[in-house]
């Protein structure tokens, strides 16, 4: 499954786009028009690509990698929503409980740093034995 | 409140209090991390400028499309390969991102605004 039609399908979130880091391609689902998804896209890939930068800049001041590049994406908290973006997708989501934590799990999971089945890290945050409870 | 309070944040690697400028005031590191004050003081300029950045972005698309609830921003993060910061007002955590439960981090960060 896309992870967009992924995301669509938690509760709270608004809309999910992929977004090109080069040209003006992009697709999304969800509560936003085409248009504003187009300016999603654009907004989301121009602070990728500056914080990128940024990363590159202040980790080599750090005496070995300091772990924090390449970058992954970033968050913006608003008052009642938030913007979510990891690798070349972004998510636009309310501020419901415990929703930040499922988006940004799900986002790592399909494009960023978490290589294992996504169940098995969101139980692994609760404790115990998670095989067996998940299996 | 201190930056103890910011390390007892899920996952947290340092905890660090800023200038409205970015510059670096206080700062907590956990033992055995590569953060330096160095870092960390460059981590807060990176924020602000992006909390700053997100704040006119926020803005500007509110009156644009007429959506509402992003203004007042409530954080930032800069999320990582290992670790990300999640930043509000003059305070920031850094989070690994195994643990990170960034809601936790906001609220934590939120105690400090209000």
Redesign the interface.
């Given at each position: 499954m896309r992870i967009i039609t992924q995301l669509m399908q938690i509760p709270g979130v608004i809309a999910a786009g992929e977004y090109a880091y080069r040209g003006d391609r992009y697709s999304y689902e969800g509560n936003?028009s085409s248009e504003?998804a187009r300016?999603a896209s654009i907004?989301c890939r121009a602070?990728t690509l500056?914080?990128n930068m940024?990363?590159e800049?202040?980790?080599s001041?750090?005496?070995?990698?300091?772990?924090?590049?390449?970058?992954?994406?970033?968050?913006?908290?608003?008052?009642?929503?938030s913007?979510c973006v990891?690798g070349n997708i972004f998510c636009f989501c309310?501020?419901t409980?415990?929703l930040?934590?499922d988006v940004?799990t799900i986002m790592?999971a399909k494009v960023?740093?978490i290589e294992e089945n996504p169940l098995v890290y969101m139980y692994a945050?609760i404790g115990g034995d998670v095989h067996e409870k998940l299996y | 409140m201190s930056l103890d309070r910011l390390m007892q944040v899920p996952g947290a690697l340092a905890a660090f209090h800023y200038t409205d400028k970015g510059d670096l005031v206080a700062h907590q590191v956990k033992e055995g991390t590569e953060l330096t004050p160095q870092v960390l003081d460059l981590l807060a300029h990176t924020c602000v400028a992006n909390l700053a950045v997100a704040t006119l972005e926020a803005r500007g698309w509110e009156a644009l499309t007429g959506q509402t609830g992003f203004e007042p921003l409530q954080g930032f993060s800069l999320v990582g390969l290992d670790w990300s910061a999640v930043v509000n007002g003059n305070y920031g955590v850094v989070v690994r991102n195994r643990d990170a439960d960034y809601e936790a981090a906001f609220a934590a960060l939120a105690e400090f605004k209000a």
């Amino acid at each position: 499954m896309r992870i967009i039609t992924q995301l669509m399908q938690i509760p709270g979130v608004i809309a999910a786009g992929e977004y090109a880091y080069r040209g003006d391609r992009y697709s999304y689902e969800g509560n936003i028009s085409s248009e504003q998804a187009r300016m999603a896209s654009i907004l989301c890939r121009a602070n990728t690509l500056s914080m990128n930068m940024q990363v590159e800049l202040f980790s080599s001041f750090a005496p070995e990698d300091c772990g924090c590049k390449p970058l992954q994406g970033w968050i913006v908290r608003g008052r009642d929503m938030s913007v979510c973006v990891v690798g070349n997708i972004f998510c636009f989501c309310q501020n419901t409980p415990g929703l930040l934590n499922d988006v940004m799990t799900i986002m790592r999971a399909k494009v960023g740093d978490i290589e294992e089945n996504p169940l098995v890290y969101m139980y692994a945050k609760i404790g115990g034995d998670v095989h067996e409870k998940l299996y | 409140m201190s930056l103890d309070r910011l390390m007892q944040v899920p996952g947290a690697l340092a905890a660090f209090h800023y200038t409205d400028k970015g510059d670096l005031v206080a700062h907590q590191v956990k033992e055995g991390t590569e953060l330096t004050p160095q870092v960390l003081d460059l981590l807060a300029h990176t924020c602000v400028a992006n909390l700053a950045v997100a704040t006119l972005e926020a803005r500007g698309w509110e009156a644009l499309t007429g959506q509402t609830g992003f203004e007042p921003l409530q954080g930032f993060s800069l999320v990582g390969l290992d670790w990300s910061a999640v930043v509000n007002g003059n305070y920031g955590v850094v989070v690994r991102n195994r643990d990170a439960d960034y809601e936790a981090a906001f609220a934590a960060l939120a105690e400090f605004k209000a």
